[in-house]
């Protein structure tokens, strides 16, 4: 007995977990932002309970209100940029402007193009949140734990983009040679 998978099933497979991830991210983004307004506006000590647990966080707003709203906003940035880079390769299922028999298209090219610029917009942005941890442990402030922050891994984010700005121009060059050989026929 052979169990056959077609594309078509493995696109729908993928189709739900973007759907899952991209509602998650949402959620995540939300968090953070919400926590962030409650512990700034209503209740100081919801820092506490902050997004995870994070005990990190507390001890910044006790040190400086000021400190904890740039860290939590970059955290949100982070969060919305990834969850619009799932918004995309959700859109694209939704759209339905994949089209496999000719696979090479300026959509294409476009929807690479901004899942490139998402991840090197995070990838920066968690950069810039792992600098500024780093800045506030110089101050007197204990070191962040950059994952329970999900500011980690700014350098795979970066290496992403590269590969998809390289998949990018691949594509630009296969619309090309597909053009030439539609011109000859």
């Not at 990834?82 to 402007?97: E, N």
Request: hydrophobic share 55%; charged share 15%.
């Amino acid at each position: 007995m052979e169990i056959k998978i077609t594309t078509t099933q493995i696109l729908k497979v993928l189709q739900v977990l973007s759907w899952i991830i991209f509602i998650g991210l949402c959620i995540e983004a939300g968090g953070i932002a919400v926590n962030t307004a409650i512990t700034l506006f209503i209740h100081p000590h919801g820092a506490k309970n902050f997004w995870e647990g994070s005990d990190y966080l507390s001890k910044l707003y006790a040190f400086d209100h000021g400190y904890f709203l740039v860290i939590t906003l970059i955290m949100t940035v982070v969060a919305v940029l990834k969850a619009m880079l799932f918004y995309l390769i959700v859109r694209l299922f939704a759209d339905k402007k994949l089209n496999i028999s000719q696979p090479f298209s300026r959509c294409l090219r476009k929807f690479i193009l901004n899942l490139s610029y998402f991840s090197l917009g995070v990838g920066f942005m968690a950069h810039l949140g792992y600098k500024y941890a780093l800045w506030l442990s110089q101050h007197g402030l204990e070191k962040a734990d950059l994952q329970a922050l999900r500011l980690g891994g700014a350098d795979v984010w970066i290496f992403l983009a590269v590969i998809l700005l390289v998949i990018a121009q691949l594509v630009k060059r296969g619309i090309e040679i597909q053009n030439e050989n539609d011109l000859t026929i």
